[in-house]
């Protein structure tokens, strides 16, 4: 076979690609495949790193584009959990009001047992007669139970008022916690 001869440096810097190639004074044949071998591993490789450099652009631009949508989301996603908990708390104020107008009506009906009741309480304290011991016996033993009556009957009715003093001030507590962050909302909003 023949001696290779060295590449010429002028056209080999000129060329994007390495590439092999004879002299043609030296022997008159190119070896053709290894010219297109080279070729086809600049190109190959030329590909993969064009690749590479497209993954990692498209790679940075998702991560960029994430993180400022969670910026600007921040602060939307903040209002709607004080939204949230503005109507978390009006829920449970609603139902507070509704277990205090069901107390309420439990007062009242409760208040007129307790004027009937200890109407009958005082007039039976005031009818006992002495000419008849039996009967005063009689007379004082329904006084008892009626007097028993009356004290459950209000203690009833001051257990009630007292859990409907309650309720008013846990409303009231749950209105200014409302107040307060429907202001936040709003500041927010503007």
Aim: proline share 3%.
């Amino acid at each position: 076979m023949g001696r290779r001869a060295e590449p010429v440096p002028a056209e080999s810097s000129r060329l994007p690609y390495p590439q092999r190639d004879f002299d043609y004074t030296t022997e008159k044949i190119v070896d053709k495949s290894l010219l297109i071998h080279d070729k086809y591993v600049y190109l190959q490789h030329n590909f993969k790193q064009t690749l590479n450099m497209k993954r990692l652009l498209l790679m940075g631009i998702m991560i960029l584009s994430v993180l400022t949508g969670f910026s600007q989301n921040t602060a939307i996603v903040n209002n709607l959990k004080e939204q949230q908990k503005v109507l978390d708390l009006t829920a449970k104020l609603n139902k507070l009001q509704l277990d205090y107008e069901k107390e309420k009506a439990n007062y009242n009906a409760i208040s007129e047992k307790a004027a009937s009741v200890n109407a009958d309480a005082n007039s039976a304290t005031t009818n006992f007669t002495a000419s008849d011991p039996s009967s005063t016996v009689k007379q004082a033993k329904d006084t008892v139970k009626k007097l028993e009556e009356t004290k459950a009957v209000n203690k009833k009715l001051a257990k009630s008022q007292k859990d409907m003093t309650k309720m008013e001030q846990k409303m009231a507590k749950l209105q200014s916690k409302i107040d307060k962050l429907n202001k936040k909302v709003q500041i927010i909003d503007k």
